[in-house]
């Protein structure tokens, strides 16, 4: 049972360099986010995706771009590193609606770094 | 807009006595709320959900949360306390201003439980 699967873990970049953090779900679930946790300051929204071919943004969104070419990937692209990009990163989904409880399942994060 | 707000950024109790992690949110509607659990370099799990049924929740590893619209309350609790429940504790609320007609969520800032022997 792998659900959804992060990579890199750990990831140190240089400020202007770009990367991309894949993450992957073998649920078939439609719903799909990314989150970034800062101390002190819970999770927040950056991306999300309702199906394949629809992405939109979440609370804070600069400084990163998504596709969803299938159900099952969600990649997280960071064009042009910043040190305020320096965050843990976390991939997320769900089958259904969240406002009605759908329960999320989360990644095991990755943890970057940007000097 | 909605809002959650964790009334403890860090909770310390011994092991065998009560556990009470608080949580308010606001909301211009009836919410779904939530209760998460995030362990030590680990991705976050749910512990339990509210979603407008009993008001009483009851969630894995023997917590529970009671939701209580007059106080705007949905605090998670557990009688007695074990090593294992050392962990950050996120209260979580729904919320209408992202995703359309999914909702997203709002989470709030984490509370840490420690737990002493």
């Known amino acids: 049972n792998a659900g959804v699967t992060q990579t890199p873990k750990f990831q140190v970049l240089k400020t202007g360099q770009s990367m991309t953090l894949q993450c992957a779900q073998d649920m078939n679930h439609e719903y799909m986010s990314w989150y970034r946790q800062d101390p002190g300051m819970g999770l927040r929204l950056i991306h999300y995706s309702v199906g394949a071919g629809i992405t939109d943004q979440g609370e804070v969104p600069n400084g990163y771009n998504v596709s969803r070419s299938t159900t099952e990937d969600f990649p997280l692209r960071l064009l042009s590193a910043a040190p305020s990009q320096t965050s843990v990163y976390f991939c997320?989904?769900?089958?259904?609606?969240?406002?009605?409880?759908?329960?999320?399942?989360f990644g095991s994060g990755t943890q970057l770094s940007v000097l | 807009a909605q809002s959650v707000t964790q009334l403890d950024s860090h909770v310390s109790v011994s092991e065998g006595t009560p556990v009470l992690l608080r949580c308010n949110y606001s909301s211009s509607y009836s919410p779904s709320l939530f209760w998460y659990v995030q362990h030590p370099n680990k991705g976050l799990q749910l512990l339990l959900k509210y979603t407008s049924a009993a008001t009483l929740v009851k969630g894995i590893n023997g917590f529970e949360a009671e939701f209580k619209k007059s106080e705007t309350s949905f605090h998670l609790t557990k009688p007695s306390a074990h090593m294992s429940d050392a962990a950050e504790y996120f209260c979580v609320v729904s919320d209408m201003n992202y995703g359309g007609s999914q909702g997203n969520l709002i989470f709030g800032k984490g509370t840490k439980l420690s737990v002493k022997p």
């Open positions: 997320a989904s769900s089958s259904g609606t969240a406002i009605y409880g759908e329960k999320l399942f």
